[in-house]
């Protein structure tokens, strides 16, 4: 048998390791602080986070929960979007999305006669909407999951599109990882998720994709 420091590790598209959701987070604000106009950002209470999760049915990872305790999505008036191409959502939007898309891919897996496996792990894909994905960023129909099967990748953030479902795989380890990657993308102009480089513009974040 192979010691644990030398089995394969789970594959994502970004190398960056899982760390403090708090402390990258904090890097984004000093950010935000130092070169975009103000804006007002709040997290959700644990009582508010604790009733999410329970909507849910499932076991939301630590990193999830402190994500929400830092930030409650940003209010469409802030004109924020931190992630390229998607609104980070707040706890409603997470139970309303969640349950949408369960209900879109069950009338789908039925016309289609397609049975999701059973037994995945996180980051295995089923090219459908499984109860076990949380999604926390999107737009038109293009998500942002964090993913609680079991599994090496519990907790690892994914892609799911209207046209491939989670073919993608995963993007990040989990969500420290992606605010990781997002923080230094800001603090160096480095591009983020492989293809998104940040400007700012009339003292607002805008992204480019850069290929």
């Not at 959502?89 to 369960?102: A, G, P, S, T």
């Not at 046209?163 to 800001?186: C, H, I, K």
Request: aromatic residues 10%.
């Amino acid at each position: 048998m192979q010691p644990d420091d030398q089995l394969p590790k789970p594959i994502t598209r970004s190398s960056a390791p899982a760390g403090s959701v708090t402390e990258q987070w904090a890097r984004i604000t000093a950010w935000l602080n130092s070169h975009h106009s103000p804006v007002t950002i709040a997290g959700a209470t644990k009582s508010q986070i604790a009733d999410a999760a329970e909507s849910t049915g499932t076991t939301w990872p630590p990193e999830l929960i402190e994500f929400y305790e830092q930030i409650n999505g940003i209010p469409p008036e802030e004109l924020v979007r931190l992630l390229p191409g998607r609104d980070l959502f707040d706890l409603e939007r997470v139970v309303q999305e969640r349950e949408m898309e369960l209900d879109v891919y069950a009338e789908t897996n039925e016309i289609e006669e397609y049975e999701p496996p059973e037994g995945t792990t996180a980051g295995t894909a089923v090219f459908t909407y499984m109860p076990e994905f949380i999604p926390f960023a999107g737009l038109d129909g293009y998500l942002l999951f964090v993913d609680t099967r079991p599994g090496d990748l519990y907790g690892c953030v994914t892609e799911f599109d209207k046209v491939d479902a989670d073919d993608a795989g995963p993007r990040w380890v989990s969500l420290s990882a992606m605010l990781t990657d997002l923080a230094e993308s800001l603090e160096t102009g480095s591009k983020f998720d492989k293809y998104w480089k940040p400007t700012v513009v009339d003292g607002r974040l805008d992204w480019k994709f850069t290929p």
